[in-house]
T-cell receptor
């Protein structure tokens, strides 16, 4: 199984709502990532989990809260978002073997988020 | 810090034309280099990769060679198809043993439009 799945595919929420994005992989990868992608732009890294511990937080506002319940699952909890947070949210995973170089990332299809 | 520079798009070609998308990078040591492709409405997919100097990555008729002397990883295809229309991202994964971080770096992306 070389797939990263994400749910939901689409999400529309108001600025006072609380919602969660989910990501799952069963490739045994120990590094998992959240990215935000605006139209016609490259993905922007938000968070990195390595061995279920948050290792990188790229100065993301606290209205985004990541969680890694186990090695296969990654969540992104959303609360009090702003319209400018509307974007495609991508999850990715990669092996983390402690090699000299990093490894390729496997991306999910993304969640298209619209904040009204 | 690490950076990836890609040619600006869109690149517009007729079917069966030759494709080159330029990519150059700045990084310490020997990073891994990747080309990802993103079709409309989807996440990113790994197209090909190279992990050391002079390596050639290839997949689906696309090729790219890791040139350490020119710090380049240009993407080529001899004969493009309409189905190749997508956004192509050049990316690098840092050389951790040379002091790089775990944060991958993406280029801006180059949109390819192929007409019948």
């Amino acid at each position: 199984d070389t797939e990263v799945t994400q749910t939901p595919k689409h999400l529309v929420m108001g600025m006072t709502n609380k919602k969660s994005l989910k990501c799952e992989q069963h490739m045994g990868h120990r590094a998992m990532y959240w990215y935000k992608q605006k139209a016609k732009k490259p993905p922007e890294l938000m968070f990195v989990y390595s061995y279920e511990k948050l290792s990188i937080n790229e100065s993301v506002p606290s209205r985004f809260s990541p969680e890694c319940p186990n090695s296969s699952l990654l969540n992104l909890h959303l609360h009090a978002l702003q319209p400018e947070d509307s974007a495609l949210y991508l999850c990715a995973s990669s092996q983390d073997k402690g090699d000299r170089v990093g490894n390729e990332q496997f991306f999910g299809p993304g969640t298209r988020l619209t904040v009204l | 810090g690490d950076s990836v520079t890609q040619m600006e798009g869109p690149v517009t070609l007729s079917e069966e034309a030759f494709l080159t998308i330029n990519c150059t990078y700045t990084a310490t040591g020997y990073p891994s280099l990747f080309w990802y492709v993103q079709y409309p409405g989807e996440g990113l997919q790994l197209l090909l990769k190279a992990t050391k100097a002079d390596d050639k990555g290839s997949n689906k008729g696309f090729e790219a060679t890791y040139r350490k002397e020119t710090t380049s990883f240009h993407l080529e295809k001899g004969s493009v198809q309409v189905s190749d229309s997508a956004v192509y991202f050049c990316a690098l994964s840092p050389d951790i043993l040379s002091g790089g971080s775990y944060i991958p770096t993406f280029g801006r992306g180059t949109s390819l439009i192929v007409h019948p």
